[in-house]
């Protein structure tokens, strides 16, 4: 097998404690942040394959306590799967050391890498709203609240905040005013409509805040970004979908499971693409929300509390509002944070967010009786 990278990634993957002889790292095309490569080992028993992640210390600028996050939470995910009987190397990560024993390697250059077990499996970028779709948006729904009923009992003052203000819904529209304020490259006037939609609705951006100061909902070690593609299925297209694995821990960090399943809400139950500039596609499927209520509270239902089901289908329309904010935001500021690929993309990203708040607004009834319907 002849190398197609070169040869610094291979001096990296044999800094950690592999299974027999680096013969190949490839890129991976997962991921938008970090830099992902499969490395390929042989030994005795034949092909190995592990992951290898350069971290992107721009995004996370405190790898060290990044990794000390992700080592706590795959230590104590791999104890509850072994506790219930599961396979700790298929159903959780595996952080792999180095051969000096530590959990990640950096580099002459300051750069952060990191290395896991591979795990064989199907991800997918979104589903369809037929059988096969519900049956996969239920088991990723109640992967990540497996996921979090795995860290019960870790203490989420030892978790570090990797991403300062991250689902401060509050804050992102202080920051969204204080960009439409400033006007400082002079897009406001091509915004005026999807700023008054926000200034609108300021009392959506304290609904979860709100009962998190109050003390009605608990701070959590959550994930913070429940996109099924970080969810990992066991494999085969002809198979029942069955969740093995939950992945991408880089924005494990205290939080509320309302940020979790609201941002699962926002990106699995509308069937057009994020940046659909054609608004009469943009929906909400109520088959799919409901698969996600089923699939959430079967793993959720020893450690949810009541005010948090409360909550529960108004954390869509949160989430949702919050990441049009930040698009909208982003915009204004001269795409400074998400890639785009046109002129006004974070608009159209924008437009779209806030049509699916007006969807969620227009079925907050139906969709507060499907909750109930669940956990009554």
């Known amino acids: 097998m002849t190398s197609k990278r070169p040869n610094r990634l291979i001096e990296v993957a044999e800094k950690f404690d592999l ?46 306590l990044l990794m000390k996050n992700i080592k706590t939470v795959t230590e104590q995910v791999k104890r509850r799967v072994d506790e219930r009987g599961g396979n700790p190397k298929r159903e959780a990560l595996n952080l792999v050391n180095t051969k000096s024993d530590e959990h990640f390697h950096l580099t002459d250059e300051g750069e952060y890498f990191r290395c896991y077990l591979y795990v064989d499996g199907m991800t997918y970028d979104y589903v369809d709203a037929d059988m096969r ?11 990540f609240a497996d996921f979090q009923e795995n860290l019960r009992e870790t203490d989420v003052n030892s978790i570090h905040v990797t991403i300062e203000d991250f689902h401060d819904t509050p804050k992102r529209f202080s920051d969204l005013i204080d960009a439409a304020s400033g006007d400082s490259i002079g897009r406001r006037k091509n915004a005026i409509r999807e700023i008054d939609f926000c200034m609108s609705r300021e009392p959506l951006a304290n609904v979860i805040s709100d009962a998190i100061a109050s003390g009605e909902i608990p701070v ?94 108004a954390s869509g329309r949160v989430l949702t509002f919050e990441t049009g904010i930040r698009f909208l935001t982003d915009y204004l500021l001269g795409d400074r944070y998400f890639r785009t690929d046109r002129p006004d993309h974070n608009l159209d990203r924008a437009r779209t967010q806030f049509r699916m708040v007006e969807c969620m607004e227009n079925m907050a009834g139906e969709m507060e009786e499907i909750v109930g319907r669940y956990t009554s």
Request: overall charge neutral.
């Open 133 to 143: 779709g519900r049956a996969l948006a239920m088991e990723a729904a109640r992967a």
């Open 220 to 313: 959590r070690v959550t994930h913070n970004d429940t996109k099924i593609n970080n969810v990992i299925f066991d494999g085969g297209i002809r198979k029942q979908p069955s969740a093995l694995c939950v992945i991408d821990l880089d924005t494990v960090m205290p939080g509320s499971i309302l940020f979790d399943f609201g941002d699962m809400v926002r990106a699995t139950t509308c069937p057009a693409s994020e940046d659909e500039r054609n608004l009469d596609k943009i929906s909400v499927d109520m088959g799919l929300f409901e698969v996600l209520i089923c699939g959430y509270l079967k793993g959720a239902k020893d450690f949810i509390n009541e005010r948090e089901i409360g909550l529960m289908a």
């Open 19 to 64: 299974s027999g002889s680096v013969t190949d790292v490839i890129r991976h095309k997962v991921g938008h942040i970090n830099e992902t490569y499969i490395v390929f080992t042989e030994n005795k028993r034949g092909t190995e394959r592990y992951i290898l992640q350069k971290i992107n210390d721009r995004v996370f600028c405190a790898p060290k």
